[in-house]
């Protein structure tokens, strides 16, 4: 038991260890090479269609507002994203992004499609749908440590969620 145990936690690391560095060789020599993972992942928290609040995406992010300005400056600089104090409450600063963030944020989803389905493509539709009742549960399970371990009232989402958020705005 204890092999299987110990087999099963080098997978999960060397799993989560290489979807990080393939996703950071793809996108060192793609088109946005100019991006870091986690300014990609904030464009992904922000969403290719409306406007969102600073403080909504710090919150989905798991990070500050203060943390969240200083990645948002980047991204202004770079021409990602675009900064704009609300029309009715100017206190409220509403951020979104630019043509070319859109292209960055579909082309990254797109990298997690292909991957998702390369993975998916070797088995039957049985093995499909019990590997992924398997990895949702293995999501919950890591999920409730975090949770566990946190003295956060907010936890970042995850990406799933962020994904379903921007689907549901969508809609």
Same mark, same amino acid.
């Given at each position: 038991?204890?092999?299987?145990?110990?087999?099963?936690?080098?997978?999960? @690391? !060397? =799993?989560?260890?290489?979807?990080?560095?393939?996703?950071?060789?793809?996108?060192?020599?793609?088109?946005? &090479?100019? *991006?870091?993972?986690?300014?990609?992942?904030?464009?992904?928290?922000?969403?290719?269609?409306?406007?969102?609040?600073?403080?909504?995406?710090?919150?989905?992010?798991?990070?500050?507002?203060?943390?969240?300005?200083?990645?948002?400056?980047?991204?202004?600089?770079?021409?990602?994203?675009?900064?704009?104090?609300?029309?009715?409450?100017?206190?409220? @600063? !509403? =951020?979104?992004?630019?043509?070319?963030?859109?292209?960055?944020?579909?082309?990254?989803?797109?990298?997690? &499609?292909? *991957?998702?389905?390369?993975?998916?493509?070797?088995?039957?539709?049985?093995?499909?749908?019990?590997?992924?009742?398997?990895?949702?549960?293995?999501?919950?399970?890591?999920?409730?440590?975090?949770?566990?371990?946190?003295?956060?009232?907010?936890?970042?989402?995850?990406?799933?969620?962020?994904?379903?958020?921007?689907?549901?705005?969508?809609?």
């Amino acid at each position: 038991m204890q092999n299987e145990q110990k087999d099963f936690s080098l997978s999960l @690391v !060397r =799993i989560f260890d290489n979807v990080l560095l393939t996703e950071e060789e793809a996108l060192s020599k793609g088109y946005f &090479s100019d *991006l870091s993972i986690a300014e990609l992942h904030t464009l992904d928290a922000i969403g290719p269609y409306e406007a969102r609040t600073m403080t909504e995406t710090a919150n989905d992010l798991g990070i500050t507002t203060g943390t969240l300005t200083v990645a948002i400056d980047r991204l202004l600089k770079k021409g990602y994203v675009t900064r704009d104090r609300d029309t009715v409450d100017r206190r409220i @600063v !509403r =951020i979104s992004l630019t043509k070319n963030g859109k292209l960055a944020c579909r082309i990254h989803q797109k990298f997690h &499609s292909v *991957l998702a389905q390369r993975i998916l493509d070797p088995y039957t539709p049985e093995e499909r749908a019990m590997l992924i009742k398997m990895t949702n549960e293995i999501d919950e399970f890591v999920k409730s440590q975090l949770l566990r371990y946190s003295d956060k009232k907010q936890i970042r989402k995850t990406a799933h969620e962020v994904a379903n958020d921007n689907r549901r705005r969508i809609e």
